[in-house]
């Protein structure tokens, strides 16, 4: 019995190798997230505990170290943040929702991309800035993977020459890039002439531009308008209570090196970004282009 037969009578198999590889690269994001905006190495020293002594091996494992630990080191018995075997177990069930439902050249590009996704998020949660690596490198990473796997874009033809494919998706990826940039950059400028205030980040604009990379223009544009209706709807009750607290509290705003102070009250435009994305990309793509489809029926006739 070879291998492909072994996974088609036991599918669980694969279901549950998925799980587990999406829950150890959601380890490694997590050290990622911690290290990377700070300058530091993801590799040197190795994971160690905020007392400075080193983690077990068997204490590191994902979600599951967390767990039999209690959410406390077991050195000195301090707290071990939540926000570890969250990220964890998110990055294990995205990866498996890919697998589940997705052909295996999308399933495999989206585990790509939603790990950008997810770095990109619990950066821009933690120090409202997208670094320009994981944005712009992760727009080339889409490209790349849009030229190679032309499945990734829906452009596989299979009674066409196979460059044709790659031409088809890398358009589309381009296209991508340029529409979702365009438009957040526009709406950008916009806000600051309303707001007079700087509205979003040029970092929103370039991970847009990454979404694009991987979605096409119809994932850019989902993610602009629908991540803010979700991330609108969801944060009203969070801003209202954060400005009551700031109003109450005497705490003084956090300031940056350049002697700048955070707004209290700013709310990451990221981490919608990447949900919108995300939506698009494993459960809305074939509603989303269709409904684009459709409309350029009704006006272009085509």
């Known amino acids: 019995m070879d291998i492909s037969e072994t996974i088609a009578q036991f599918p669980m198999i694969m279901d549950v190798f998925f799980f587990c590889i999406g829950a150890c690269i959601g380890s490694f994001l997590n050290v990622c997230i911690l290290r990377l905006p700070k300058g530091e190495s993801i590799v040197s020293p190795p994971s160690h505990c905020a007392c400075g002594k080193l983690i077990k091996w068997y204490d590191n494992l994902p979600i599951i170290g967390w767990i039999l630990l209690r959410g406390k080191a077991r050195c000195c018995k301090?707290?071990?943040?939540?926000?570890?075997?969250?990220?964890?177990?998110?990055?294990?069930?995205?990866?498996?929702?890919?697998?589940?439902?997705?052909?295996?050249?999308?399933?495999?590009?989206?585990?790509?991309?939603?790990?950008?996704?997810?770095?990109?998020?619990?950066?821009?949660?933690?120090?409202?800035?997208?670094?320009?690596?994981?944005?712009?490198?992760?727009?080339?990473?889409?490209?790349?993977?849009?030229?190679?796997?032309?499945?990734?874009?829906?452009?596989?033809?299979?009674?066409?020459?196979?460059?044709?494919?790659?031409?088809?998706?890398?358009?589309?990826?381009?296209?991508?890039?340029?529409?979702?940039?365009?438009?957040?950059?526009?709406?950008?400028?916009?806000?600051?002439?309303?707001?007079?205030?700087?509205?979003?980040?040029?970092?929103?604009?370039?991970?847009?531009?990454?979404?694009?990379?991987?979605?096409?223009w119809q994932g850019a544009v989902f993610a602009i308008f629908g991540g803010s209706l979700i991330g609108a709807f969801s944060m009203v009750p969070i801003v209202a209570t954060k400005k009551f607290v700031v109003k109450k509290s005497k705490t003084k705003p956090h300031k940056f090196d350049d002697g700048t102070e955070a707004d209290p009250l700013a709310i990451p435009y990221g981490p919608w970004l990447a949900l919108g994305g995300l939506l698009y990309y494993i459960f809305l793509r074939d509603f989303v282009d269709t409904y684009f489809a459709n409309i350029a029926t009704v006006f272009f006739g085509a």
Not at 88 to 101: K, M, Q, S, V
Not at 156 to 179: E, N, Q, R, T, W
Not at 180 to 209: N, P, Q, S
């Open 78 to 216: 301090r707290p071990i943040s939540f926000r570890y075997p969250f990220v964890e177990t998110l990055t294990a069930l995205i990866f498996l929702a890919l697998w589940l439902l997705l052909p295996i050249h999308q399933a495999i590009g989206g585990m790509v991309f939603a790990s950008i996704m997810i770095f990109c998020t619990f950066v821009d949660i933690d120090t409202m800035t997208l670094p320009d690596f994981a944005t712009v490198g992760g727009a080339i990473v889409g490209f790349v993977l849009s030229i190679t796997m032309p499945q990734l874009q829906n452009a596989y033809m299979p009674d066409m020459p196979f460059v044709a494919s790659i031409i088809v998706s890398g358009l589309k990826s381009i296209i991508g890039i340029a529409v979702g940039t365009g438009i957040l950059y526009w709406l950008r400028l916009l806000g600051e002439c309303v707001f007079k205030k700087e509205a979003m980040g040029e970092g929103d604009v370039i991970l847009v531009g990454c979404i694009g990379a991987f979605c096409g």
